[in-house]
């Protein structure tokens, strides 16, 4: 077909799809579409003809697509033909895999968190289970994405596994029944001082809502002195917006406009109102987010204080304020497409506007816009919704990040278990044998690099480059010996840290999710900051009256 006729032809399409108006305003904007498409279609053309290695066309076309939808935002996607089945089985809610959480570990994809009531649990499958063979098909080696495809599945399909447990040295071989299972979205909630009560929300999957509303409840019954929630978003990716509605309405009255909804096309902006009857408008909320509290959570946070109903607490979030929609293409193929983006009470937009590397540019205060809230607070747009009572993050030493790194910890966890069938109720356990921990990871060959290791690895290098006084060389052995007892220090001076993380790791292994996040309750600075503003009435009070 004449590359001209073809690039009419397709500008042809998109006119017929706008009104005479719209086309006779656009003409300009639509010869240069046409000029772009007959060039991208001569290149195109002379890059397979002509370019000296042989090309794959499906290929070429494919890289030309992937860096067009990725100038864009990380969420606007191309889904091939060769995709597609993949896609649709990941699109169906049926399609819920084998209920573990996997990561790669010492080349093999590891079971690190099978869930409670899972496919993966009822098999006999253990964190730390390396996924050997799936049927036929080794593993060593892939990725996390390539062996996820094969293992998940429809509901009621086997899988055969073949897995080794290394805590035992067994090789087993698992016949896995595929299930449509989710994680709990409300895994804890309970009162952490005697007035105050906390609720965790990890994602916005169905009846998130009803979930919070009925352990509030539950929880207000138990506790007629309550005087104030926590409510903690903290790492929580987004999910449902309709869910994200149900929990705002929670503590908002019936008939709030909470989100609207804005794109190019302006028929299909919309606007939705909570619908149902609040559980309590009144007590005192402080809403806890941090930088992966995303889209979702963001509707959340942003609308509480946007309408001054709570106080929002922690880090600047995410900054994800688009909506994505899913268009068939020919031969097959499908583009996900950010189609619109949305705005909370205050007209705002959360939505970063800036991407390095797939992930959102911290968007200086000066160059966000102003706008008010209820009471008239100022808050700001873009770059995700900024806490009214900013708290530093958790500082991780160097070493625990390296043992995390690593998975000792993880290690560990794993061959504890083994040899010992049950602790006592998360709460109350304490891990004491802290000198075998230290121990286990001498002999799993963990060695503790710090950045001053890698200034005096470049140094040696360069002194033997560079041919200088070998007498030196003592010098450099002193460093190396003086940072080397510096780093057996820091195992004594950085204990507590080490032993904590043990004990939550441990305590989920033996009660879940659930029993983690009561431990981690023990020692969360944040929560305890939260708790001590709602117990200051004055002050809470302080920060969400109108300014003067």
Not at 85 to 114: C, F, H, W
Not at 137 to 162: C, H, N
Not at 500 to 507: G, H, K, N, P, W
């Amino acid at each position: 077909m004449n590359i001209k006729f073809l690039s009419i032809l397709i500008i042809g399409t998109i006119v017929s799809s706008i009104s005479p108006n719209e086309a006779d305003a656009q003409d300009d904007r639509y010869f240069e579409i046409s000029k772009n498409l007959q060039v991208f279609a001569e290149v195109y053309k002379e890059l397979n003809a002509n370019y000296v290695d042989e090309l794959d066309p499906n290929e070429l076309m494919r890289i030309g697509i992937d860096a067009m939808v990725n100038s864009l935002d990380p969420y606007t996607t191309y889904i091939s033909e060769a995709q597609i089945a993949s896609y649709r089985l990941n699109d169906q809610e049926t399609y819920k895999g084998i209920g573990a959480r996997m990561e790669v570990i010492d080349d093999y994809v590891t079971i690190v968190e099978p869930y409670d009531g899972g496919p993966a649990l009822e098999a006999g499958l253990k964190a730390g289970d390396q996924i050997r063979n799936v049927g036929r098909y080794a593993t060593k080696g892939r990725s996390l994405e390539e062996v996820s495809a094969i293992v998940k599945g429809a509901p009621g399909t086997e899988a055969q596994l073949q897995i080794y447990r290394p805590s035992s040295g067994e090789t087993l071989a698992i016949t896995l029944i595929r299930g449509s299972v989710e994680r709990k979205n409300v895994p804890h909630y309970d009162m952490v001082s005697p007035e105050v009560a906390y609720v965790s929300l990890t994602t916005f999957t169905q009846a998130a809502g009803a979930n919070i509303a009925k352990g509030l409840k539950e929880l207000q019954k138990e506790n007629p002195d309550m005087k104030g929630v926590i409510l903690d978003l903290r790492h929580n990716g987004g999910g449902l917006l309709a869910e994200a509605l149900h929990v705002t309405n929670i503590f908002v009255p019936k008939d709030i406009e909470l989100v609207t909804t804005k794109g190019k096309v302006k028929d299909r902006d919309r606007a939705f109102n909570t619908r149902n009857i609040p559980v309590d408008v009144e007590i005192p909320l402080v809403v806890l987010i941090d930088k992966k509290s995303a889209s979702a959570s963001e509707i959340v946070s942003g609308s509480i204080q946007d309408l001054d109903r709570g106080v929002i607490m922690g880090q600047r979030s995410y900054g994800k304020g688009l909506v994505q929609n899913t268009k068939d293409l020919n031969y097959n193929s499908r583009v996900k497409l950010t189609t619109s983006k949305y705005y909370i009470p205050s007209r705002r937009c959360i939505q970063s506007v800036a991407y390095e590397n797939g992930e959102p540019k911290d968007i200086p205060d000066d160059q966000r816009s102003v706008f008010k809230t209820k009471n008239g607070r100022k808050v700001l747009d873009g770059g995700g919704v900024t806490p009214d009572v900013k708290l530093e993050p958790k500082k991780v030493s160097p070493l625990l990040k390296a043992l995390k790194d690593e998975y000792i910890i993880f290690k560990f966890a794993n061959d504890y278990v083994e040899k010992q069938s049950a602790i006592e109720d998360p709460v109350a356990f304490k891990f004491t044998d802290y000198s075998g921990f230290k121990d286990f990871a001498d002999k799993s060959g963990f060695e503790y690099k710090t950045g001053s290791n890698s200034v005096l690895a470049n140094l040696e290098e360069k002194l033997a480059e560079d041919d200088i006084d070998k007498e030196l060389k003592s010098t450099i052995d002193q460093l190396k010996s003086a940072i080397s007892a510096a780093k057996a220090d820091d195992f004594e001076q950085y204990k507590d840290e080490i032993v904590f993380e043990i004990e939550q790791e441990l305590v989920s292994r033996y009660f879940n999710q659930k029993g983690r996040i009561q431990k981690q309750l023990q020692n969360d600075g944040e929560v305890r900051a939260a708790i001590e503003l709602l117990n200051d009435r004055t002050r809470y009070d302080s920060i969400l009256k109108s300014p003067k």
